[in-house]
């Protein structure tokens, strides 16, 4: 009888330090981050229009970002992203390709706002993961002007309310470092590549970051 409630009280221990290694691989999380997002160039030369389009080509920019990220796992590897993100202002410096006039201007903040699907298929206090996803960019950009090198006012109005949205998709991967014993917070370092949608052509973007994160 002993034996038996010796083996008995084994096969509880192991059962309830089974559960409490499930519980740690199912991390439910809320991080808070922020980094930089490179903005890649866009648009053509060729979509130069006299007096509608004279500066066609947006240059390579960087925004400093910050954002917060919620993860809800429905397993120890598979798991859904909530992600909402801000990313500044950022000065560029536009060329007319037609005469080589140049204008110096600030590119607009955004917010994005995504779901995704996160995967992170090892356990342990490295954990490298794969997300993807998608949802919707908005512009908070404002009016703007500025002198071109040749003394030319250029006026950039601010975009019609239903002109700020974009949809957006993006695909990354990245790190969750967990130093402390019960694993109930740590570090997120994270890259992913974005498209934005806006109408006819596609404007992509990198971003890199870095955060903390609580697991529930």
Avoid: C, Q
Wanted: aromatic letters at 12%.
């Amino acid at each position: 009888m002993k034996s038996r409630a010796v083996a008995w009280g084994f096969a509880a221990a192991l059962l309830a330090a089974g559960g409490t290694a499930e519980a740690r691989d199912r991390m439910n999380s809320l991080t808070v981050y922020g980094g930089v997002h490179h903005h890649f160039p866009s648009g053509k030369a060729e979509e130069y229009v006299l007096g509608e389009n004279d500066f066609p080509v947006v240059p390579a920019h960087n925004g400093i970002l910050a954002g917060f990220s919620l993860i809800r796992m429905f397993g120890r590897t598979l798991g859904a992203e909530f992600d909402a993100r801000f990313v500044g202002t950022s000065p560029v410096v536009l060329t007319d390709p037609s005469d080589g006039d140049i204008v110096e201007l600030t590119a607009g903040p955004h917010v994005s706002v995504t779901l995704g699907v996160f995967l992170a298929p090892f356990s342990g206090a490295v954990r490298p993961y794969l997300s993807a996803g998608g949802g919707l960019d908005a512009s908070l950009a404002g009016a703007a002007s500025s002198i071109t090198r040749y003394g030319f006012v250029i006026e950039v109005p601010a975009p019609a309310f239903k002109d700020r949205f974009d949809p957006e998709a993006h695909a990354g991967a990245g790190l969750l470092l967990l130093p402390g014993k019960g694993r109930t917070w740590g570090f997120r370092l994270d890259s992913r590549y974005a498209w934005n949608f806006d109408g006819s052509r596609t404007i992509s973007g990198l971003s890199g970051s870095a955060g903390f994160f609580l697991v529930f």
